[in-house]
């Protein structure tokens, strides 16, 4: 077994009293299904590597913990639930058992080895143009060419943003807000961006 992350130490030390135990089995049981995973710390939780690709994650809430297995084989993750395909885990008791558990981590670990992509995701739909954005862009070729130079993420965020008004005044003060900050280059959410 690698040598534990003291920082996944800390971070079991530091979450709620409830979601201790519940830590530590899951820690306990990926390194006894998988004795060669890494620890780390990955989007401020604990994360468990296998082969340098994220096999598994856990956290704690302040009402709940959660575990979320990445290489899954095909299923899909209960919606409307917590973070994580076990939904709320309140007790260790809420945890899948260790069998079925070490099954689904050496699926998973078996995914990595081959190759299989850790998670499937299919590309969305792109947005169709608003006519009257659409217009408001030809009369700006500098805002069209910052447009039409964004990546597809970046566009949709502009269109979302338009299409989601409800009142047409609201979207046309959208469209005047975009159209000015294309103009400068700038990104939907450039206020959040790192300067």
């Known amino acids: 077994m690698p040598t534990p992350d003291p920082r996944v130490d800390a971070y079991i030390a530091s979450a ?7 830590l530590r089995a899951i820690r306990q049981r990926v390194h006894a299904a998988c004795p060669e995973a890494e620890e780390a710390i990955k989007w401020g939780m604990p994360a468990f590597l296998h082969r340098g690709r994220l096999l598994c994650g856990m956290a704690a809430f302040k009402a709940h913990a959660a575990l979320n297995l990445w ?23 809420d945890l899948p058992g260790k ?14 080895e081959d190759g299989a992509p850790a998670l499937k995701r299919t590309p969305r739909p792109p947005l169709p143009m608003l006519p009257a954005f659409a217009q408001a862009l030809a009369a700006a ?3 069209r060419a910052t447009f039409d130079g ?23 003060q ?3 807000q975009a159209v000015q900050w294309l103009e400068q280059g ?6 959040h961006e790192r300067h």
Not at 16 to 22: D, L, R, S
Not at 105 to 110: E, G, Y
Request: aromatic share 8%.
């Open 71 to 93: 290489s899954r084989d095909g299923q899909k993750s209960g919606a409307g639930q917590s973070m994580g395909q076990y939904g709320r885990l309140l007790s260790v008791a």
């Open 186 to 191: 700038r990104r939907r959410h450039w206020k």
């Open 141 to 143: 070729p500098r805002a």
């Open 174 to 176: 959208r469209i005047a």
């Open 16 to 22: 709620a009293t409830f979601a201790q135990p519940i």
């Open 150 to 172: 964004f990546a597809a993420g970046a566009r949709r965020d502009y269109l979302e943003w338009i299409g989601e008004a409800r009142r047409e005044t609201t979207r046309q």
């Open 99 to 112: 069998r079925e558990f070490a099954a689904q981590l050496r699926r998973a670990m078996q995914r990595i």
